[in-house]
């Protein structure tokens, strides 16, 4: 049980437009989900929080308008890296938190890599 | 604010031996819990081992233990009977009972020797 999908896996694009990211929980309603952004041989770097229904936190220095965030339902959060850049490469993962404890399931990530 | 510190950037381990990891923390709530993630080469999170502040009781799970000093706020991971499976960056993190929101430290790499 507790299984996070990402899609997709990977994604290369051109600089300039628009990617979106889809993160589910496929046997579990989260209430809460995370999007982490990770470069090489770092640590995972939080971007923002959201809620079922309600807008996204985002974290300190993070631009909500270049990163889109949606969680229309309690299976299903979606980042939106919009008018993508080089800068804007990196894994990108989430992970969703449950409705009985704060332990946080992830997925596998998101490669993506912009041209 | 809760902080996680990982001072160590790298480790090895000859395999079947044993090594610790080694993770402090700071928090000012009572309420708190304390993970140890693994990150293979596959990217994939993977949760090792976690802990509840309030239990006195080191957590166990299977090779993979933990030694908690709380008012030290210390929480070191040992893995016994080391395999080259276990090859992988790990990240000590934080979070309360009133907030989900992990802070991870900035990982160790792990290698193991055959």
């Known amino acids: 049980g507790a299984v996070v999908s990402q899609h997709p896996s990977w994604v290369i694009c051109k600089s300039g437009t628009s990617v979106k990211i889809e993160c589910r929980s496929l046997?579990?309603?989260?209430?809460?989900m995370f999007w982490y952004r990770q470069f090489p041989k770092q640590s995972l770097m939080l971007m923002a929080t959201?809620?079922?229904?309600?807008?996204?936190?985002?974290e300190q220095g993070v631009e909500k308008d270049k990163f889109l965030i949606n969680h229309a339902s309690l299976t299903l959060s979606t980042l939106t890296v919009t008018s993508a850049h080089p800068e804007d490469s990196s894994f990108y993962i989430c992970?969703?938190?449950?409705?009985?404890?704060?332990?946080?399931?992830f997925g596998p990530g998101t490669r993506l890599t912009v041209l | 604010a809760q902080t996680v510190t990982q001072s160590q950037p790298e480790m090895s381990v000859q395999e079947a031996e044993t090594v610790t990891l080694s993770c402090t923390y700071d928090t000012s709530e009572s309420d708190y819990y304390l993970f140890w993630y693994k990150q293979p080469p596959s990217r994939q999170m993977i949760l090792v081992i976690r802990?509840?502040?309030?239990?006195?009781q080191n957590a166990t799970e299977n090779r993979f233990s933990v030694n908690f000093q709380k008012a030290a706020k210390s929480f070191s991971l040992k893995i016994s009977d080391s395999q080259l499976g276990d090859a992988a960056m790990y990240f000590c993190a934080s979070n309360t009972g009133a907030n989900s929101k992990l802070t991870f430290g900035k990982g160790i790499t792990l290698s193991v020797r055959p």
């Open positions: 959201s809620n079922e229904g309600s807008k996204a936190t985002y």
């Open positions: 046997d579990f309603q989260a209430t809460t």
């Open positions: 992970s969703a938190r449950g409705t009985r404890s704060n332990e946080q399931f």
């Open positions: 802990q509840e502040a309030y239990k006195q």
